[in-house]
C-alpha cells in the first residue's frame, strides 16, 4: 500500500482538485472528548446473538377512529371567533360529507371542537378532514386524539439520553413518537462505516465501502461492498507533523446509535427514529477522506449512478455527513448534493467543531443542505460549536467540560485500534448534534412521504423552539423540537403551510457597485409578520462571498442575512433564513438588498420569496 497523504496533499491541496482529504484529526477534534470508560458491559457473543434475534418489536396496536375533530379558523374568518358560525359550518360540512358534525366548543386557543357523531369509521373521520381541508378559511383541522399515560423505552440506559427527553434542552424525541417511529424510511451515515453492535444490528441494511485508497482505507483494498469499520487510529503524527495520535473512534457506528439504535429491546439505548433502517458507507479512515469519496457516497445515496458501483437498492431518504474541513464548499461537492436533493433526498450536516463561523468549513457552508450547530444540556451553543448564517437549526451535541455525563451517549466499540467487544460511550460534538437531525427528517418522512427537501428543512426550522440558553454568532432557527415538528407535518398531509409571495423579474447585481433591491409586495395579511418569517434567496453569482444580503422590511427596518466573507469562494446563494419580523407590519413592500463589495465578478438576482 502506498504512504498516507502528506499533511501538505491532505489538507490544502487546490480546491478544484477533488482532492481534498477530510482530516481525521478534525472529525476528532470534532469528538473534542472521547471517555474511555464504557456505560454498559458489553454482551456475551452468545447472549448477543439471543437479543439480535428477538429485538424486533412488535407493532403499535391500531387506534381506534377519532370521534373528534379539532379546527383551527384563520384570524379572518367568521367561525374563528362565532360560536354559531362554527357550529353552522360544521353542520354544512357534515351535510357534504354524509356524516353527522355538531360542533361541540372553543378551546382555549380559540380552535374548535367538532363531534363526528356515534362510532365513526376511518372513512367517515376521512371524509369530514377533507372537507375541512378544502376550506380556504380553516388553517388546520387534526384529530382529538385520546391520549393514555406512555411508559419510557424500557432500553437499560435510555434515563441517560437527556438529549431525548429533558425539557430543558432536550428534542422532545418522545412526543414525536405517538406519531412516527421512522418506519419506511432509509438513511444513509456516510462516515467511518459501521462495527457491529448488537443494539443497531436489526436496522442495518447494504452499504458500501467508498475510499478508494488503500492507505486510508486499511482494509487490504479499495472500493468493496462491505462498509465495516477496521478502525481508524493512526500513530504519532503519522497523519502529519503535530497531528499526535489517535485510537479508532468508531464514529459512524456512534452516530448509527443515535438515529436508529433498536428500541424497547431492555439494553442499550433508544434510537430516534428506531424503526428506520442505516445505509452505511464508508468514506473516512486513516487520516480521514477525499472529497472525491464523499461526493460518489451521496451520489450513491441518493440513488445516482457512480461508475464501477453496482446500483443501490437501499436508496436513502436523508443522508447523515457528520464531517467537514476547513474551507467553503467547492463546487464539485456542491454539485453532488444538488443532485441528490433534486433526486428528493434530504442533506444534513455538521456545522463544524472550531468555535468559528461555518460559513469557512465544507460541507457545512454549501447551499440545499441542513447545517446544524451543537448545543449542550443548559441549552447554550457549545463552546466549540462553529455558528453564523449558514447554520439552519441547533440540536443536542453534548458539554462534556461540565461532565462526561453531558455528552451524547450511543453504541461503540471498546477496541482502541481494531474491532472488540461493543461498547457504549459518550461523545461531544457537531457530529452527534447532526444525527438528531438526521433522525428526525426519518421520522418527518416516515409521517408524510411526499415531504421534499425543501419542505423538511423550512418544517424544521418553523416548528424550533427558542434556544433556552445563549448562542452568540447565530444557530439557525432554534432548538428542535421533534414533537411539534412531526405533528405539524403529520396534520398537515405533507404540507408545512404557509402563505409564499414570491418576486416577479430579475434583477442585475453590479461588481462592486451600490446596493440593487428586489421589491415584493404583501397585501391581505393583517397584523404583524411571523416570528419565523422565511426568506428564500436565490441568487447566481461567481464568488458568493462578496455578496451582502439584508432584508428591508416596509418601514424601512433591515434584517441581515448574509455578510461578506473574503473566504467564501463557492458560487451562487441558494438558501432559506428565518428571521424575526414579528415586530413589522407584514402588509406593504418587502424587498431583498443586495450589494457586491469586491471586484470582479458579477451576478443576479434570479428570484427570492416570503413565506408567512
Not at 354559531?84 to 357534504?96: L, N, T, V
Not at 438513511?187 to 465501502?209: L, M, P, Q
Not at 440540536?395 to 461532565?403: D, H, K, L, R, V
Amino acid at each position: 500500500m502506498r504512504p498516507s497523504p502528506s499533511p501538505d496533499a491532505s489538507r490544502e491541496a487546490p480546491r478544484g482538485t477533488g482532492r481534498k482529504l477530510v482530516s481525521v484529526a478534525a472529525i476528532s477534534a470534532a469528538l473534542l472528548a472521547v471517555t474511555t470508560s464504557t456505560v454498559a458491559a458489553a454482551q456475551t457473543p452468545d447472549a448477543r446473538s439471543t437479543t439480535v434475534a428477538a429485538e424486533a418489536t412488535p407493532p403499535a396496536p391500531a387506534a381506534a377512529p377519532a370521534e373528534r375533530l379539532i379546527v383551527g379558523y384563520k384570524s379572518a374568518a367568521a367561525e374563528a371567533t362565532s360560536d354559531k358560525a362554527a357550529d353552522a359550518d360544521a353542520a354544512a360540512k357534515g351535510r357534504k360529507a354524509g356524516e353527522d358534525l355538531d360542533f361541540r366548543r372553543r378551546l382555549g386557543t380559540g380552535a374548535a371542537l367538532v363531534d363526528l357523531g356515534a362510532e365513526p369509521t376511518k372513512a367517515d373521520v376521512a371524509d369530514a378532514i377533507a372537507q375541512y381541508r378544502a376550506d380556504p378559511q380553516v388553517a388546520y383541522v387534526v384529530p382529538d386524539r385520546l391520549n393514555k399515560p406512555q411508559a419510557d423505552p424500557n432500553d437499560t440506559e435510555y434515563a441517560k439520553q437527556w438529549d431525548l427527553f429533558e425539557a430543558t434542552a432536550g428534542m422532545r424525541v418522545p412526543g414525536a413518537w405517538t406519531t412516527s417511529t421512522g418506519s419506511g424510511v432509509t438513511v444513509a451515515v456516510i462516515d467511518t462505516g459501521y462495527v457491529a453492535h448488537s443494539d443497531v444490528a436489526a436496522n442495518i441494511v447494504g452499504g458500501y465501502d467508498f475510499i478508494s485508497d488503500p492507505a486510508v482505507s486499511v482494509d487490504g483494498d479499495g472500493r468493496d461492498s462491505n462498509p465495516a469499520d477496521p478502525g481508524d487510529w493512526y500513530a504519532t503524527d503519522e497523519c502529519g507533523a503535530g497531528t499526535g495520535s489517535s485510537g479508532s473512534s468508531w464514529h459512524g457506528t456512534h452516530v448509527a446509535g443515535t438515529i436508529a439504535a433498536v428500541t424497547g429491546n431492555g439494553k442499550g439505548i433508544a434510537g430516534i427514529a428506531y424503526h428506520a433502517k442505516i445505509s452505511p458507507l464508508r468514506v473516512l479512515g486513516k487520516c480521514g477522506g477525499y472529497d472525491s469519496d464523499i461526493i460518489d457516497a451521496i451520489t450513491w445515496a441518493s440513488g445516482g449512478t457512480v461508475s464501477g458501483v453496482p446500483a443501490n437498492s437501499n436508496v436513502a431518504k436523508v443522508v447523515n455527513m457528520s464531517l467537514g474541513g476547513p474551507g467553503a464548499c467547492t463546487s464539485a461537492t456542491q454539485s453532488a448534493i444538488n443532485a441528490a436533493v433534486n433526486r428528493g433526498t434530504t442533506v444534513v450536516v455538521a456545522a463544524g467543531n472550531d468555535n468559528d463561523n461555518a460559513s469557512q468549513y465544507s460541507p457545512a457552508s454549501c447551499s440545499n443542505v441542513i447545517t446544524v450547530a451543537a448545543t449542550g444540556r443548559t441549552g447554550s451553543r457549545a463552546s466549540y460549536s462553529n455558528y453564523g448564517s449558514v447554520v439552519d437549526i441547533a440540536a443536542p451535541g453534548g458539554e462534556m467540560s461540565t461532565g462526561t455525563a453531558n455528552g451524547i451517549l450511543s453504541t461503540l466499540n471498546s477496541g482502541t485500534k481494531t474491532p472488540s467487544t461493543e461498547s457504549y460511550a459518550y461523545y461531544q460534538g457537531t457530529s452527534m448534534a447532526t444525527p438528531h437531525i438526521v433522525g428526525l427528517v426519518a421520522l418527518m418522512k416516515s409521517a408524510a412521504p411526499a415531504l421534499t427537501p425543501a419542505q423538511i428543512e423550512t418544517a424544521v426550522k418553523a416548528n424550533a423552539r427558542a434556544l433556552p440558553g445563549t448562542c452568540s454568532g447565530g444557530c439557525g432557527a432554534g432548538l428542535a423540537d421533534a414533537a411539534r415538528t412531526v405533528q405539524a407535518v403529520a396534520a398537515g398531509g405533507g404540507s408545512t403551510g404557509g402563505t409564499t409571495f414570491t418576486s416577479a423579474g430579475s434583477v442585475a447585481i453590479p461588481d462592486a457597485g451600490s446596493a440593487v433591491e428586489s421589491p415584493i409586495t404583501v397585501g391581505g395579511r393583517g397584523g404583524n409578520a411571523p416570528a419565523a418569517l422565511k426568506v428564500g434567496v436565490d441568487i447566481t453569482h461567481t464568488y458568493r462571498g462578496d455578496l451582502v444580503i439584508d432584508l428591508v422590511a416596509p418601514d424601512g427596518s433591515t434584517y441581515r442575512l448574509k455578510s461578506s466573507s473574503s473566504s467564501d469562494s463557492a458560487d451562487d446563494v441558494s438558501a432559506t433564513y428565518t428571521v424575526d419580523a414579528s415586530s413589522e407590519a407584514a402588509d406593504g413592500t418587502w424587498k431583498l438588498r443586495v450589494q457586491d463589495v469586491a471586484a470582479q465578478d458579477t451576478g443576479t438576482i434570479n428570484s427570492w420569496k416570503l413565506t408567512f
